[in-house]
């Protein structure tokens, strides 16, 4: 039953929950995160408190996953528009972060609240769980196919890159981001080196003698 006064909101709990969601980001940057925030958002969506637990039975962190995984969503949707596969791998993973980050624009301050929430102590899990499929979806649209012990290690580099460029741009506060793609330019070109001398190092130790070598060498000068 409806509240006299509350409009009523989408039957579908999917849209419901979206429209609950985008009640709620343009007040998080001057209210917080809070239970009473949710119930003004969810009133303005045309939820009531019973809908307002079913969609988010974990409260505000719930709601934070909703968002980010929607985020996602939408960043896979315009990237499989592109054709990354024909441009090179450094400018595949600027163009994801960048994709990600055109998506949150908007809403700018509500995702620097939201950091803030996802940044303390007992919410650092649910924050590096969100940052893994972040950039697992970015991985993926980028065209990665690894199954190997480099699925882990290159989720692992983008979520350092991505994680401190999106530090940076929630500082940044130039008109054109231009220090926020500066900034990501480095990370990635940081990373591009440390992965040439890896290979670098890979291959001069395939030069060195093996243990069975040296051992043989010694056996070889036996009398």
Same mark, same amino acid.
């Given at each position: 039953m409806t509240t006299r006064g509350r409009k009523r909101g989408p039957k579908d709990d999917t849209a419901l929950k979206s429209a609950v969601i985008e009640a709620t980001l343009p007040h998080?940057?001057? !209210?917080?995160l809070t239970d009473k925030l949710m119930e003004r958002a969810a009133n303005e969506a045309g939820a009531d408190k019973d809908d307002l637990l079913r969609l988010f039975p974990n409260g505000a962190l719930g709601l934070l996953e909703d968002y980010s995984d929607s985020v996602d969503a939408e960043m896979e949707k315009r990237l499989s528009k592109l054709k990354l596969? &024909?441009?090179p791998i450094r400018k595949r993973i600027a163009t994801a972060v960048k994709t990600r980050l055109a998506?949150?624009? *908007?809403?700018?301050e509500a @995702?620097?609240?939201? @950091? /803030?929430? $996802?940044?303390l102590p007992r919410n650092v899990p649910l924050g590096a769980k969100l940052v893994y499929r972040t950039v697992d979806a970015m991985w993926r649209a980028a065209g990665d196919v690894s199954t190997d012990f480099n699925f882990y +290690?290159?989720?692992?580099?983008?979520?350092g @890159?991505? =994680?401190?460029?999106?530090?940076?741009?929630? &500082? !940044? !506060?130039?008109? %054109?981001?231009?220090? +926020? !793609? +500066?900034? $990501? /330019? /480095?990370?990635?070109?940081?990373v591009m080196q440390f992965e040439k001398?890896?290979?670098?190092?890979?291959?001069?130790?395939?030069?060195? *003698? +093996?243990?069975? %070598?040296?051992?043989?060498?010694? =056996?070889?000068?036996?009398?």
């Open positions: 998080i940057a001057f !209210d917080g596969a &024909t441009i998506i949150l624009k *908007p809403h700018k @995702v620097r609240r939201g @950091v /803030a929430h $996802l940044s +290690t290159k989720r692992g580099i983008l979520a @890159v991505y =994680s401190a460029t999106l530090m940076r741009w929630l &500082t !940044d !506060d130039s008109e %054109d981001e231009s220090a +926020t !793609d +500066t900034f $990501l /330019a /480095a990370r990635i070109e940081n001398l890896k290979s670098q190092m890979r291959e001069r130790a395939k030069k060195l *003698p +093996t243990l069975t %070598d040296v051992l043989s060498g010694f =056996s070889a000068r036996k009398p």
